[in-house]
């Protein structure tokens, strides 16, 4: 055995724990927390019923693993993303990239993670989404630091406060690759986050030279 490699037994072992969990994921996902049964997950899986209790006790604890274990894996890849890069504007950059690349690709597990996060909770005496919320927000206030530096630097102007401002984008983001999903008629651009980073950053008005939409709100 070559060092630092499992032995064969615990990776089977971890082989079949991800693919109990990633049955149980497309199953909340598809039918919620409560309509979904331990003996299904099992079945889904292609494994005995009793086999899944020897690695979770109910299925609640199950669904606290398979969310606590989503939220480590986004939260890294999105970290690793933000310090990537000493430049701000590559950091946000970045993020919009991964965040978007995470959302397609794991969208039954960011379905779960949002609900949680968002206190829609599938098992709300689980107590879990104050806990994912949490991480989120120590989440944002990572992207609030960015926008923070930007704004230090002379680079962005102070239009909103720094959490303001990763809040926004956050949701935006949020709400962008959720929806796509939802309406897969409508066509959408691979590069669309840059285009919501040019959005986020430069607006959609094209201004006429000493033009100030301000004066002109307050005027009209």
């Known amino acids: 055995m070559r060092s630092g490699r499992l032995p064969k037994r615990e990776r089977v072992r971890l082989q ?24 299904e997950i099992a079945e889904k899986a292609e494994f005995a019923v009793g086999t899944l209790y020897k690695f979770f006790n109910n299925k609640e604890d199950l669904y606290k693993a398979l969310l606590l274990e989503q939220c480590d894996r ?21 993020y919009v990239r991964i965040k978007g690349e995470e959302l397609r ?41 960015i926008f923070e ?3 230090n630097k002379n680079r962005f102007k102070k239009t909103a406060p720094p959490f ?12 962008f ?10 066509h959408f651009d691979p590069k669309f986050p840059e285009a919501i980073l040019d959005v986020f950053f430069n607006g959609l008005a094209i201004r006429e030279p000493c033009q100030s939409f301000t004066a002109e709100s307050e005027a009209s």
């Not at 999105?78 to 970045?94: C, N, P, Q, V």
């Open 16 to 39: 079949q724990r991800q693919e109990m969990l990633a049955a149980a994921c497309d199953l909340f996902s598809e039918k919620g927390y409560h309509r979904v049964s331990m003996r």
């Open 105 to 145: 690709e794991n969208l039954p597990s960011i379905r779960l993670f949002l609900a949680e996060r968002n206190g829609a909770s599938f098992n709300l005496e689980a107590g879990l989404d104050s806990a994912v919320r949490k991480r989120h927000y120590a989440l944002l206030e990572r992207l609030a630091a």
């Open 177 to 186: 690759f959720l929806l796509r999903q939802d309406i897969p008629e409508h």
């Open 74 to 94: 986004f939260e890294n890849a999105i970290i690793r993303a933000m310090e990537g890069s000493e430049d701000e504007i590559d950091k946000l950059r970045h």
């Open 149 to 151: 530096s930007a704004i």
């Open 164 to 175: 303001g401002l990763a809040l926004a984008l956050d949701s935006v983001i949020d709400a």
